[in-house]
């Protein structure tokens, strides 16, 4: 008797292989730990409690933080986030998950990029990878911010039209151009006007270069209807319902945050050139070596359209930011979904020569960046230079620490070592990835008390009964709305709640000195009184009654007063 095998498909193989590449680490490093800490003060708690008042109130068109109008986003990362807290319930996990699959979703489209642009899904899956292991891609990947999803939706819209522009079917670009528009449209619901400057910047000059700008015309057309339809219906009905959010948006939230001497977060020109190579670790070593591969084709550099687009989506987005007054890190994550995908282009160029000093230059960098980590940690651990950053009862974090760092030092050498494109890549992938698998889980004590205040709030919860009158400063009002789930907190300062204290309903919530003590006197007779702010509130000592009892962690302090 005679049995037939069937035969193995190997495309289908290997493109389950593939995908089981890129879906694994992403797993692994994005999804795994978003519930393993605590959220952190003031930002993700920002990003639990707007969307958790979105659910309690049912308005979903007016963002409320404190029970007070907050306007300094438009909804859609609120919409994302309250979405998960209804599925997944008010956790961590739920908080931090519209953001990592944000990521997920980028890589996404990297990979797709590459296969469709450059059609090689080797050095596709290998800008995936690259993407998800930039370690400042990671970090920030972790955090129920914004950014994550705007670095969605500005990937999605510049590639799309950018496939628009080079498609022959005309049926074909429209849609890429429709689907540009909603990209852009959603971006611009997450973070504003800044959706649509970055694609602008990116694109004109790339579209006069390649001598693309006679198509452009009728595609833009397509690429404003598209984002007309995303953006239209809310924009108009937020101005039906608060006639002075338009200007307070694009006003006081984008030009003056851009262009005032005295702006938020205010940096020098050159911040993001110092922070870039420190946010693409290990990748940004090899820089030199991906200049060298990218210069291989046509003898002075690659000029294909693909690459120009590439280029000039991360350095004008580069200086765009860099000329911003305001600067904070996370806002430089646009810049690296080209860069993965540059390096990724320049590495599987140069790898393939005999020569190849300039990567092993980069590994050794690499290499040497390890160990001096590996040498500090010792140094301020076990000697009495400096304050340890993990306690006594922490070894077992150390230990980790110290071994996946010893772990990435043996994949440098691999990589230095190995003769391989793969191999050596693979190497670099093993410098990263143990530590960033790792660090949500070795998180030092002392940090988790200056961040994270969940402990704090656990504990101490049972105090605050539903006619308990609290009381907070700015800076930690986020974490005692989202953690004591209460919206009427009387604030001690106007921290970032200013612009929602001019309106007349919000009248009384804000208490100076005298205020406090007359709130206190009028209430604590029939109510108790629970006052948060962080430590060192001298201010607050001097004015409370002596039955008032003291607790603190961290950063915090919460003096209880009973009635």
């Keep these: 008797m005679t049995v037939s095998l069937p035969l193995i498909d190997k495309q289908r193989d290997s493109r389950y292989l593939l995908a089981i590449a890129a879906v694994l680490p992403y ?9 393993s800490h605590p959220l952190f003060v003031p930002d993700e708690t920002r990003y639990a409690e707007i969307p958790r008042e979105m659910l309690e109130s049912g308005d979903w068109i007016v963002p409320h ?41 980028t890589a996404l489209l990297i990979f797709l990029f590459v296969r469709r642009e450059f059609g090689d899904q080797r050095t596709a ?68 006007f800044l959706a649509l400057a970055i694609p602008v910047l990116v694109l004109v000059p790339w579209m006069f270069w390649q001598g693309f700008w006679r198509s452009c015309l009728v595609q833009s057309l397509w690429v404003l209807l598209g984002a007309f339809a995303v953006i239209l219906p809310w924009s108009i009905m937020i101005y039906l319902r608060e006639e002075d959010f338009w200007h307070y948006f694009f006003w006081v939230e984008h030009i003056q945050r851009f262009f ?29 070596a991906v200049i060298a591969g990218l210069r291989t084709k046509f003898g002075k550099g690659d000029k294909t359209p693909q690459t120009c687009l590439l280029w000039s989506w991360f350095v004008l987005t580069l200086l765009f930011f860099s000329a911003s007054k ?79 760092l010893i772990m990435g030092v043996i994949g440098g050498l691999t990589a230095f070592l190995g003769s391989q494109p793969n191999l050596r890549l693979g190497g670099v992938l093993l410098v990263i990835v143990p ?21 704090f709030f656990n504990q101490h919860r049972h105090l605050i009964t539903g006619d308990t009158v609290v009381v907070a400063s700015g800076k930690i009002v986020r974490a005692v709305n989202w953690y004591l789930k209460r919206d009427d907190v009387y604030l001690l300062d106007r921290h970032e709640l200013e612009y929602g204290l001019l309106y007349p309903e919000a009248s009384g919530r804000l208490l100076d000195p005298q205020a406090f003590v007359e709130l206190l006197e009028q209430k604590r007779t029939h109510y108790p009184v629970a006052i948060f702010c962080k ?7 001097q004015r409370l009654p002596p039955n008032a009892r003291e607790y603190s962690y961290g950063i915090i302090k919460m003096w209880y007063v009973p009635r």
């Design 27 to 35: 797993l692994l490093l994005y999804l795994l730990p978003l519930g």
């Design 435 to 455: 530590l960033l698998i790792v660090s949500p889980w070795v998180i030092p004590q002392g940090l988790l008390e200056r961040k994270a205040a969940s402990p």
């Design 326 to 404: 305001g600067k904070l890190l996370t806002y430089i994550l646009p810049c690296f979904p080209p860069l993965a995908i540059l390096i990724a282009l320049g590495l599987s160029r140069y790898l393939q020569r005999e020569e190849t000093r300039l990567f092993e230059f980069g590994m050794l960098l690499n290499v040497m960046f390890l160990l001096g980590v590996v040498i500090t940690m010792l140094i301020k651990q076990y000697s009495d230079f400096s304050a340890p950053a993990f306690d006594r009862d922490e070894t077992w974090k150390v230990i980790s620490v110290l071994a996946v």
């Design 535 to 541: 430590k060192h509130c001298l201010a607050i000592e």
């Design 65 to 105: 933080l404190n029970g007070l109008r907050y306007f300094e986003k438009p909804p859609f990362g609120y919409w994302a986030n309250a979405l998960s807290i209804a599925v997944f319930g008010e956790n961590a996990f739920a908080v931090r998950f519209p953001g990592a699959l944000a990521v997920g979703l």
């Design 260 to 288: 005032a001497d005295d702006a938020q977060h205010k940096e020098p020109f050159h911040f993001f050139l110092i922070y870039l190579p420190l946010l693409g670790i290990p990748w940004t070593s090899l820089l030199p």
């Design 125 to 192: 899956l290998w800008s995936t990878l690259i993407y998800l292991t930039f370690t400042g891609v990671y970090i920030i990947g972790g955090l129920a911010v914004l950014d994550n999803l705007l670095v969605l939706f500005l990937t999605g819209g510049i590639m799309a039209y950018a496939r628009a522009l080079q498609e022959k079917d005309s049926g074909k670009a429209f849609g890429y151009s429709g689907v540009s528009g909603i990209f852009l449209g959603l971006g611009f619901l997450t973070k504003g």
